[in-house]
């Protein structure tokens, strides 16, 4: 058994992406808290939010991490706020680690602009950003085991991960280190 790979970042940080390829390299299960969210209640995010406000919103993601912190073996991308609550970290970290994916508000701009709709980055997508980070920074550095630099391609930025895993001794399983140094 191997402790989950928990992404944790900034909107458009790539943590859905990298979360795919380290999923498809270690041949884990990959989670998305979105996505199962918009599963379980069968309404899209923006919908939850419209409908249930950020707080509303918030515990419903609260459910679902409490959910995904009982498995093990997993590479779970978090939403962005998601690690704001204590009891969210605490309930991540009894079976995981906590990578914070960094990147600048430049490279988060870039990323997101003509993308999907973030109901917490509507309107002024710079300025709601450059303000998401300079409230969020600290506490995503706080909290995680490991940053690491998210500017590169996805897969440039899981192989980070991975090396980082590898070097922690108990994240990854036996044969994962294997498959990690082939």
Not at 55 to 74: I, K, N, P, S
Request: proline letters at 3%; hydrophobic letters at 40%.
């Amino acid at each position: 058994m191997s402790r989950n790979l928990c992404l944790i970042g900034m909107p458009g940080v790539g943590k859905t992406r990298v979360a795919e390829v380290l999923g498809r390299r270690l041949g884990r299960r990959i989670a998305d808290t979105d996505t199962e969210i918009a599963r379980w209640t069968g309404r899209s995010i923006p919908e939850l939010f419209d409908d249930h406000g950020e707080a509303g919103f918030r515990r419903l993601e609260r459910d679902v991490v409490e959910e995904l912190a009982t498995y093990h073996d997993l590479v779970v991308s978090l939403g962005g706020g998601a690690v704001l609550r204590d009891d969210n970290v605490a309930a991540l970290l009894l079976t995981g680690v906590l990578v914070h994916l960094d990147a600048p508000v430049e490279v988060l701009v870039d990323r997101l602009q003509g993308g999907q709709r973030r109901p917490l980055l509507d309107g002024d997508l710079r300025g709601r950003l450059t303000a998401t980070h300079a409230e969020r920074d600290a506490r995503y550095r706080a909290v995680a085991d490991v940053t690491v630099d998210a500017t590169a391609e996805a897969s440039a930025v899981a192989e980070d991960v991975l090396q980082w895993a590898l070097a922690q001794g108990d994240v990854l399983t036996p044969s994962e280190h294997e498959q990690v140094m082939t």
